[in-house]
């Protein structure tokens, strides 16, 4: 039967696709989950979300889906046709196959396995078991002689035979048919069995209707049956042509044959019931069928040639049989080749989405702590920012107060240095010369010394207890800052922010402070009469004493000083020459008081008291 867009096996062809294009989907799911999963497994953020054991595990789901999709890409139908030798296996797939693509006949005798299946190229080839080389096959006679010379083809072997497409409508639903040796020819039925069966969507036992059921097709079947649960086995009671010749017993034989099939199937083999066995059990004629139909390929009439009594009935029995194979082989291989890789899909994409499920679940969990922990720290964070903000003002307050406490106690130990500045000026033992270059170099000298001493004094009296007040100021500022600091930094706080101990210096800079200064070496009276009278009498008593009313007294002079209040000499003016003219007056009256020569030692004395000094401004 030619087939058609309806035909049954384009279910297992859309099938196939629907199911490809599924797993494609799954795999590209599973490769985003493995990448993402991946992804969050190296995120130090999100440590502990993802464990290397979840890492693993849906890798590998991914590793198992890609096989299964490459397995389903490769997967077709496949029937296998055994029975003894000559019995016409070769025949019905060719028949099928509606050409003569396989050997068959007088002479030709299947030595080796022999997989038929569709190509899309327009030349036909077979390769060979063990080898990629491709031998080119044009003709079945070119085939049957390759078969027959290659002297490595065992029983057990098996030949891919690659046949075009266009020449044949049943290739091109990915259905693979399996010729075998004769069931009789080899006592290795199980190597056979795990080698060729395995993954065998229908069995088709061709027997020869001129004679009963053999123990060795029945032997066959059993050992399938224990390996396969409940195999699809169709009976073709082949060369049924010649029951022509015998019409009266036709139908007793018929009953006969169909009676010890349906045992077979029903009781011995349990793979179905017996209304179904009624559709697994036919009577044909192999060789009629494909006679016809090359017949009809090469446009020649169906009924051209000798044929049998009864030809009607056997073409629509194989017909019958096409159909209702078709219908079972694309039923069983959706169900054989995909279901068991559909549950295990399933069961893999449920455990990537309890995966993921619980990924997320994590996730979430981590989210909702690390929002609280947000909030948390926005809290502290507010609360150290008010706190810092405290304790700044603290700081600045506490730095104001060292600063005046330091310029206090420096301030006091000035005060007293520069009470005891004369005792510096003492130590100082330059030579003194009133030339201005070397009085120049005097001052410079004099300077230094001042200002290394004072410097040196100061250092002595304020470096202690300078460095004592900020040596508490800084731990007292240490001390607040603590409590503002994580735990593992509070213990290391003196080693990150070490306390200084300060190493003070005091710029005094004379040179500067002096840069005004003017000397004046010349010789100046520093007493007039006036103020002669004033430092040899009392002052109290001295008006009395001039007016007569008291008795003089003498006062031992103070050593004068050694700065001038001027640095001019005094202008007489007429007042004071008055004052003056007075003062000698008094001067001869107290003369006369005496003897000439205490006068004489008075005015000696008043003249020796005139002294040289340094006027400094």
């Known amino acids: 039967m030619e087939q058609s867009s309806t035909s049954p096996l384009k279910h297992f062809v ?39 054991d979840k890492l693993s595990e849906i890798q590998a789901y991914k590793t198992k889906l890609a096989v299964i999709g ?31 693509v396989l050997p068959s006949g007088i002479g030709h005798t299947t030595n080796c396995f022999l997989s038929v299946e569709g190509t899309d190229g327009d030349k036909a080839y077979l390769l060979t078991e063990g080898s990629e080389e491709e031998k080119s096959v044009k003709t079945v006679n070119q085939l049957a002689h390759a078969l027959h010379m290659d002297k490595d083809l065992k029983a057990g072997c098996l030949v891919h035979v690659f046949w075009p497409k266009a020449k044949c409508a049943l290739l091109r639903d990915d259905l693979v048919l399996v010729d075998s040796p004769g069931t009789d020819v080899t006592t ?42 409940k195999p699809n086995i ?17 139908e007793d034989v018929r009953k006969q044959h169909t009676e010890r099939c349906q045992s077979f199937l029903v009781d011995e083999l349990k793979v179905v019931d017996r209304s179904e066995a009624q559709n697994r059990i036919f009577f044909v004629s192999a060789k009629e069928v494909l006679n016809v139909r090359m ?8 009924a051209g040639g000798a044929l049998a009594e009864g030809f009607k009935t056997r073409l629509q029995e194989f017909q019958k049989f096409e159909q209702l194979f078709e219908e079972c082989i694309s039923q069983s291989a959706v169900k054989t080749k995909f279901e068991q890789h559909t549950v295990r899909a399933k069961q893999i994409i449920n455990t990537v989405k309890n995966t993921m499920d619980s990924i997320n679940v994590a996730a979430a969990d981590k989210r909702v702590h690390a929002l609280e922990e947000r909030e948390d720290q926005i809290d502290k964070l507010e609360f150290v920012q008010n706190q810092l903000a405290l304790l700044t003002e603290d700081i600045k307050k506490r730095i104001k107060d060292v600063t005046e406490e330091v310029a206090s106690k420096v301030s006091s130990a000035m005060t007293d240095e520069i009470c005891r500045l004369s005792v510096l000026v003492d130590e100082f033992t330059s030579d003194f010369h009133p030339a201005s270059e070397v009085l120049k170099v005097y001052k410079n000298e004099l300077n230094i010394h001042i200002e290394e001493g004072m410097g040196r004094n100061l250092a002595d009296r304020c470096n202690n207890a300078v460095n004592a007040s ?12 603590k409590p503002l600091l994580p735990s593992g930094v509070q213990y290391n706080l003196h080693t990150l922010i070490p306390c200084r101990k300060f190493d003070l210096s005091y710029d005094l800079n004379c040179e500067r402070l002096c840069s005004d200064f003017q000397e004046d070496v010349e010789f100046h009276f520093s007493l007039g009469w006036t103020s002669l009278v004033n430092r040899l009498l009392v002052p109290d008593n001295t008006r009395k004493v001039l007016l007569g009313f ?37 001067v001869t009256t107290l003369a006369s008081l005496t003897s000439r020569t205490s006068m004489s030692v008075l005015v000696v004395g008043g003249v020796a008291s005139t002294v040289r000094t340094f006027v400094f401004s």
Request: glycine share 2%.
């Open 550 to 586: 008291a008795e003089p007294v003498f006062q031992i002079p103070c050593s004068l000083p050694t700065t001038p209040s001027s640095t001019n000499i005094p202008v007489f003016t007429r007042e004071t020459i008055s004052q003056q003219e007075f003062v000698m007056s008094t």
């Open 188 to 229: 290795e039925l199980d190597t056979w069995i795990d080698k060729f069966c395995l993954d065998a969507d229908v069995f088709v036992l061709v027997a020869n209707s001129e004679s009963t059921l053999m123990n060795t097709e029945k032997h066959f079947f059993h050992k399938v049956n224990e390996r396969l649960s």
């Open 14 to 52: 859309q099938a196939k696709k629907t199911i490809t294009a599924i797993f494609e989907q799954l795999l590209s799911y599973a490769t985003e989950g493995a990448e993402f999963v991946e992804a969050t497994f190296k995120n130090p953020e999100l440590e502990n979300i993802v464990t290397e």
């Open 234 to 250: 169709f009976i073709l009671n082949n060369r049924w042509d010649a029951s022509a010749s015998e019409l009266e017993y036709m």
């Open 295 to 302: 017949h009809k390929a090469q446009g020649m009439p169906e």
């Open 470 to 481: 900020m040596q508490q100021a800084q731990e007292e500022m240490l001390a607040n800052l």
């Open 70 to 100: 490459e397995m389903l890409s490769r997967r077709h139908m496949k029937v296998a046709f055994f029975g003894r030798t000559s019995s016409g296996k070769s025949t019905v797939i060719n028949s099928m196959l509606w050409d003569k």
